[in-house]
Structure formats: C-alpha cells, structure tokens
C-alpha cells in the first residue's frame, strides 16, 4: 500500500478501535436504561438469547445493536422465540385485523402489511401492562427524525 493512503486508513483503523471500547453506558438511573432492562427480563423469560450481542444508546431515539465479540461463520447470533414475535397473522386475527381482513382490506390498501401491524400495535399500546408485548411496544422510538424519509429537503 502507498505510504500516502496509509495514513488516512491508520487513522480510520484508530477511530474504529475508539468507536468499539466505547459503550455508550448509560446510568442504571436513567428511564431509558430501566426500559431495556425490563425488556431483556421479559425476552429471557421465554428463552431469548442474545449474549452475542450489546446495545448500544446514542440518544434517545436512535440506539444501535452490535455484536459484543467475533461471530462464527454458521453461529446463531440471536434466538427468539415465535411466541415473542408479532407476525402478521397474528395481526390479521386481532380483535380490529380480522374485521380489516373482512373488508378486503389486505387487497385494497397501498401497504397492506404494514397496516395491520400498525394497528395491532396501536391495539397493544392502548391495553399497556395488560398487553404481552408490553415491555417492547415501551421501548419503540416516540418519533423518528433520525430516518432520511422524514429529512427536509
């Protein structure tokens, strides 16, 4: 490699190390903190597994997932039970997705899936505690400025 481009990838190489050794801790006081820890206690209850992975906060609604050591080739990085995962027929079999599978809706809207997602979350969000998915509907950003459709021109 020339010497010139040497530098300028030493210096990449240098931030990235930084970029790792850096946790982005935050305080066991801070709100977002107790929120992803509830989360973690819930997801372990039914046998997630992510050991092989750390999240990381840079505010409040942008955090990142990455992996906490070197993953094999051929190694499952994280296990999720189904039961802990909304699928759209469990969506479309809702209280508000089976009457909008009714009405040809899956058919007759732009994006049909993300429709009755949505609303199934708003469906969860509306029961709080008494919802299962509870601790994950919690943790989901309140606004999203940090995603380019939402840039101004």
């Known amino acids: 490699m020339p010497a010139d481009q040497a530098t300028p990838l030493k210096k990449l190489f ?11 801790v935050v305080e066991k006081s801070n709100p977002e903190r107790q929120r992803f820890e509830k989360l973690f206690d819930w997801m372990k209850v039914d046998g997630a597994n992510y050991e092989k992975l750390k ?11 990455h992996a906490s050591r070197a993953i094999k080739k051929g190694e499952t990085i994280l296990y999720v039970p189904l039961k802990e995962i909304i699928t759209l027929e469990m969506c479309m079999d809702s209280p508000i997705g089976k009457p909008m599978f009714a009405r040809g809706f899956r ?11 949505s609303t199934f979350l708003m469906e969860e969000r509306r029961k709080g505690a008494d919802s299962y998915f ?13 995603y380019p459709i939402f840039y101004s021109p």
């Open 55 to 65: 999240m990381r906060y840079y505010t409040l609604n942008y955090r990142g997932v």
């Open 107 to 117: 058919q007759r809207l732009i994006s049909p899936k993300h429709s009755f997602f």
């Open 14 to 24: 240098e931030k990235v190390k930084e970029e790792i050794a850096d946790e982005n």
């Open 134 to 146: 509870s601790e994950y509907i919690d943790i989901l950003p309140k606004s999203f400025e940090a």
